[in-house]
């Protein structure tokens, strides 16, 4: 827990996984929705694998663990509306 930016990069990782598994799960992807998944994402990586090199290996592997299963989850979850 001595490194805050893997963790903010771990956050980072999982919106961006639950915000790609939303766009997906709404029939089509937006060049914005696109954007802000891609700019997360790329922070996110960034942030773990800087801590991972640090020797800090949790938030990484959380991360990309998390982030797949986020957008999973927001895939095949059952909403209403658009």
Do not use: K, N, Y
């Not at 994402?41 to 938030?59: E, K, N, Q, W, Y």
């Amino acid at each position: 827990m001595d490194d805050p930016r893997g963790w903010l990069g771990l956050l980072c990782l999982l919106l961006a996984g639950a915000g790609w598994g939303f766009q997906v799960s709404r029939r089509g992807v937006t060049c914005a929705g696109l954007a802000v998944t891609l700019i997360a994402s790329v922070i996110g990586l960034t942030l773990t694998t800087d801590a991972f090199l640090r020797g800090h290996d949790l938030p990484l592997v959380l991360g990309l663990t998390g982030s797949l299963g986020a957008a999973t989850l927001m895939v095949f979850s059952r909403r209403d509306g658009p």
